[in-house]
């Protein structure tokens, strides 16, 4: 069985530099993914100003210059790719963000009792890329001060099946990383056993955009 370190080593290698720069620049061009987005419409009905923002599996930092251009005064970004991390961490040079961002480079389980209690977090496609679900969504909740904000896969069969392709190519790649379906019952389930409310839920097929707060 792959452990977490492995992972986040595959992770790292496959989201690398080539890629960071591809989704940059498609992000220059067309803005963000039509999840991140959604993501960003439901952030949109809080008043994030002053407020502080933490990013897992943050890529390129989409969903932190929205978060800065909008009155947040702090984000920071946990990824596994270093690759990522770099191209966000130029972009927020680039626009004198240096002091309002943090680049953080490892499992954000491991990370989160080292930085600040933020008022948001979120988690965009990362779900997915993450053994222990129940793990990561509970460090998450306890993390957070009010708001989780994420999106996942839909599960069944389809996506098992999908998933399975994914998992022959990363075999083949000879890279440790590899995608996960989880129960969306139990991600949902999770969240109210933890204190949380379900406020916003969009369907960005196949994808699961949902902004939680904390009751």
Not at 56 to 83: H, M, P, R, Y
Not at 92 to 106: L, P, R, S, V
């Amino acid at each position: 069985m792959t452990t977490i370190k492995e992972h986040c080593c595959g992770a790292d290698l496959f989201f690398n530099k080539k890629t960071a720069r591809k989704e940059y620049r498609k992000y220059v061009r067309k803005g963000p993914s039509k999840v991140t987005a959604r993501i960003i419409q439901q952030l949109e009905n809080q008043n994030i100003e002053g407020k502080s923002m933490i990013d897992v599996g943050g890529g390129i930092g989409a969903l932190q210059w929205w978060f800065l251009k909008n009155g947040g005064t702090q984000t920071a970004d946990i990824d596994a790719s270093s690759g990522y991390l770099k191209q966000a961490q130029i972009h927020a040079g680039e626009n004198g963000w240096q002091d309002k961002t943090q680049f953080i480079m490892g499992d954000c389980t491991d990370i989160y009792p080292k930085i600040y209690n933020p008022d948001y977090i979120t988690l965009d496609k990362v779900v997915c890329c993450y053994p222990n679900f129940k793990e990561i969504l509970a460090a998450t909740c306890k993390k957070s001060k009010k708001y989780v904000s994420l999106s996942y896969p839909m599960d069944g069969i389809i996506a098992q099946a999908i998933r399975g392709i994914g998992i022959l190519f990363f075999m083949l790649k000879q890279n440790p990383f590899r995608p996960y379906i989880h129960p969306v019952k139990e991600i949902r389930d999770l969240f109210t056993q933890n204190g949380y409310k379900r406020v916003l839920n969009n369907l960005v097929f196949p994808w699961h955009v949902e902004t939680y707060c904390k009751i």
